[in-house]
């Protein structure tokens, strides 16, 4: 449907820095047509069987896996990300987060608490009503499936907000709901800047329940909003995250997963690690190493076969990334390797490359080790003890994400339980079971999304209490 008011944004192609599309640049007044589109789906909606609704989402499930090609060509374009990469992760992840929400619901279960002769209690997970999901630009099909997804299944309608840098596959998913038939008004999808479509979903009076995903900053903007109007709202925000690798570690395998986990998708993964300490008695072989696999990274076209590392999201992204490695520089950080803009040849000549970057010498407590980055640059740090660790990967206000690289169990469970971080990987990286809960404590956020957290969080619980 066009926007009410007319008006359009450029859609950009990151890798070549060339309009390709336009998307609209929607309203207060198309916001309101959406919620109220959603308002009167709800009843029809939630009074589907359990049973029924999994059908719908096992249809949209599996009409992405029929177009998995053409939406992971479009992530691409879309997000500068390699082809690869959409392909193997981020359009499959979109498809099995639908067919989890379809199945999950199936094996839901509810809560009886029984008081003995006196009486028993059940607890009824009912839906909230329209439920408003705002996502980001890194995983974008991936990330607004994982918030749609139970949200539906819960038995909700959306009205939902892509990043307006990534629209591509939101749009395409449109398509798909209206080649499958899907009910209308029972999915919303709106385009346009989040100041102006995502602010009107969050202060919508008959938006009941938001799901964010995104910076530190929009997340405090955005509770500023719902909490006052008793909103219940789940946060998933900035991370910061520690790899700590111990001297007993399995060497190869830490230092080729810290490369993946430092500069997969461009280092635009809330889960990467930028901060990677690294034990005394091993740091001088681990860095060469590291060096070493950085240096092999292929920056490339990323449509290429070969590309390793794509393109930054957006011009002011990469601008923003950039102004970082100045500050590290006179933070008297000594870079390693990387720490430029990179020029590729032919058709990506004017695309927003950077290359893979690494500092060392840099105290726990300067901005470039406090402050996101997100983007393809990581510093080195030694330590000593096991003690310092804890301290130094504690010491920011994020609390996403942290992996522990050990082969001693006693010091990973010691490590994982002391973390402040929501999500802790023992020698492994984004190994994702979508059963679990998933976000993160402090700045990182408020709130779980994931396996029956989310189908919780979509769900007003209901008491009931019988005497016998
Ligand atoms: P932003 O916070 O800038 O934007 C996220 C979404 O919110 C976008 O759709 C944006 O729209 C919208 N938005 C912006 N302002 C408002 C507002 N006032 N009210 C409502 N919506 C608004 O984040 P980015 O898109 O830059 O994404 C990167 C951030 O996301 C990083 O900090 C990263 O760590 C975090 N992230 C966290 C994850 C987690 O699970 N914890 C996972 C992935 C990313 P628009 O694009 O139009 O500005």
Redesign the pocket.
Known sequence: MAPVEGQYLDNIDPSTGETYGRIPRSQQSDVNLAVSAAKDAFPAWSSLSIQERSLWLMKISDAIHDKLDVLALAESKDNGKPLKLATAVDIPRARDNFKFYATAILHDSYDVHDMGSSGFNYTLRQPIGVAGC??????PLY?FSWKIAPALAAGNTVVA?????TPATAYLLCEILDEIHFPKGVLNIVH????EV??A??AHEDTNIIS????????K??SSVAAPMFKKISL????KNANVIFDDCDFEDAVNTSVRSAFANQGQ??LCGSRIYIQQGIYDKFKTAFLERVAGLTIADPLLEESRMGAIVSRDHMNKVLSYIELAKEEGGKLLIGGQQVKLEGRCANGYFIAPTVFENLSSTCRTNQE?I?GPVVTLTPFETEKEALELANSTPYG?AATIWTSDLKTAHRMAGQLHAGIIWVNCWLLRDLRTP???MKQ??VGREGGFEALRFFTEPKNICIKI
């Open positions: 705002i996502s980001p630009w890194n995983l990330l907000k892509p990043s307006e840098v346009g800047l989040g100041s995502g602010a979903i969050v964010f995903t995104g910076g530190t900053q929009t997340g903007a955005i998933e925000l900035g991370g993964i809330c996101e997100f996403l998933f976000g993160g990182s956020g």
